[in-house]
């Protein structure tokens, strides 16, 4: 079981995000949600062990993660928003190096690398410099590594960004999959469809603080909204939305 509670990290004397709290247990997907600087970015680095917290903890079966990180990371796969990749490795290099500092044994590495490679149709690019891959392609090799070691805990940032359709529809799959099997899922996300349709639960951030913290399907009995899209709306969004679009079109038109 995964627990966050108190979570809140201090950027000098700016407010990233202020007593964050959730418990995930096995084969649970929680949906992170909020507009741009809600803290939802920091959360994640605070969960992954990237970012320590100013106050609060996150704890792996009542360990705190700062205890042992390196344990810690060892059963964490992570999908970051952007794309860090040594751009001069091919894909084939890059996982290779990824599945030995795993631990992986070469036999089991090579087998597994194969096998994704040729699922997320990298195959024939394996061996060219990710330098020239599509942002999608860049994602498929993010998605690879994080999974390339079994991780018990998966933490996915925009996963699909970039993906085309199918391949999305395979990670829509795919997540539900890994929450059967009992791994413990947290996917952070401006794709509400997509979070609705994968996710048990979701956690809204406004503004650092938890605006809302529920089953999807009761945040929106509660608030009477007939999609989670329309429930972020009502708790997060200020903008007259329909208004704004209108002015746009007045502005380019005239």
Known sequence: ???????????????????????????????????????????????TGLLEPSGGWVKLDGHD??????????????????????????????????????????????????????????????????????????????????????????VLDEPCSGLDVATTLVVRSLIRRLAESGRMIVYSSHELKMVERVCNEVLILSDGRVAAHAPTAALREQLNAASLEDAFRTLVITTDVESVAAEIMTTITH
């Not at 202020?18 to 920091?42: E, Y």
Request: proline residues 4%; charged residues 20%.
């Open 65 to 154: 993660i700062r205890d042992d990180l390196v344990a810690y990371k060892a059963r964490l796969g992570y999908v970051p928003e952007e794309a860090q990749l040594y751009t001069w490795m091919s894909g084939d290099e890059y996982l290779t190096l990824c599945a030995r500092l795993r631990g992986l044994s070469a036999a089991t590495a090579a087998r597994r690398i194969d096998t994704l490679l040729s699922i997320f149709g990298l195959q024939m690019d394996r061996d060219a410099p990710m330098s020239a891959y599509s942002k999608g392609m860049r994602q498929k090799v993010l998605l690879s590594a994080a999974l390339l070691h079994d991780p018990s805990i998966v």
């Open 1 to 47: 079981m995964l627990e966050a509670r108190g979570l809140t990290k201090y950027y000098s004397a700016i407010i990233g995000v202020r007593d964050v709290c959730f418990t995930l247990k096995p084969g649970t997907v929680i949906g992170l949600l909020g507009p741009n600087g809600s803290g939802k970015s920091t959360t994640v680095g605070m969960i």
